[in-house]
């Protein structure tokens, strides 16, 4: 989850806050981190390319680098203050991370890129309506490499009003006991419920354009993907895969 150029941005706050609380509020995010790490090369010694998509606080290209000493990434995001975050996380790394700030919804950044091995997005997407994120897959299609790879976590839309409301109770819990092992209190859960969140509860707020599930495996196939798959689903958050043959 991060901050995107558009008309309708959160702020400076909004991200200070998440760079503070966002273990505590993306579920389960160790089993998302060893998820997409599964999907990356066995081989721990292989150059790849990744390109992070709305890289947040640098938690996902962290990983990738310490597991893959001969990889590289591109960490892209609309907010500065995100990018600056992630330098700071990363210093470590700065000869292997190249830094970009972009438009989410504008299509031409993936036109600009050499041709990558891997995509990968953690909690942004759902900021794409359901044209944009088809668009956004047949792009990411064309710029990856024979055998690349997409891989995508992010806020799935219910099918139906029971399902929203077994997402949105199961967010709540999640947030409610990862803020009690992460923090000994609730105060990442009281931010959570405070600032309303949880958008399946309150699902009018304009950044947010979460799609169905079924949509996007339609769509990534629809593209040219091979073996799309859900590899993980809870709390109303997927990730989705397809191989580029």
């Known amino acids: 989850m991060s901050e995107y150029n558009s008309d309708e941005q959160w702020s400076n706050t909004d991200s200070a806050f998440f760079l503070e609380y966002g273990q ?18 066995r081989n721990t010694q292989e150059a790849f ?3 992070d998509i709305c890289v947040g606080g640098g938690w996902l290209t962290e990983a990738i680098l310490t ?5 590289t990434v591109i960490a892209l995001d609309g907010s500065e203050s995100m990018l600056e975050a992630t330098r700071n996380r990363l210093a470590s790394y700065q000869d292997r991370v190249t830094y970009k700030t972009f438009d989410l919804h504008q299509s031409n950044w993936v036109d600009q890129l050499e041709p990558v091995d891997y995509f990968v997005s953690s909690l942004a997407l759902h900021h794409l309506d359901d044209r944009g994120k088809e668009a956004l897959f047949q792009r990411l299609y064309s710029a990856l490499k024979p055998e690349g790879r997409v891989i995508i976590a992010d806020l799935i839309k ?5 399902s929203r409301l077994i997402a949105a109770r199961e967010w709540d819990e999640i947030v409610k ?7 000994g209190n609730l105060e990442a859960y009281d931010f959570f419920q405070r600032e309303r969140w949880n958008l399946f509860y ?3 707020d304009p950044i947010d354009k979460p799609s169905r599930l079924l ?3 339609g769509w990534l196939s629809k593209a040219g993907f091979n073996h799309v798959e859900v590899l993980y689903y809870r709390a109303g958050h997927a990730l989705i895969s397809g191989l580029k043959v």
Request: charged residues 30%; glycine residues 0%.
């Open 177 to 183: 006991e990862q803020s009690e092992q992460l923090y």
């Open 67 to 71: 597991r893959y000493p001969r990889s």
């Open 158 to 162: 219910p099918n139906s009003e029971s």
């Open 215 to 217: 949509d996007q495996i």
């Open 24 to 41: 505590a509020l993306i579920p389960d995010r160790d089993k998302l981190e060893q998820i997409f790490i599964d999907l990356l090369p």
């Open 49 to 51: 390319t990744v390109v």
């Open 202 to 204: 309150y699902p009018d």
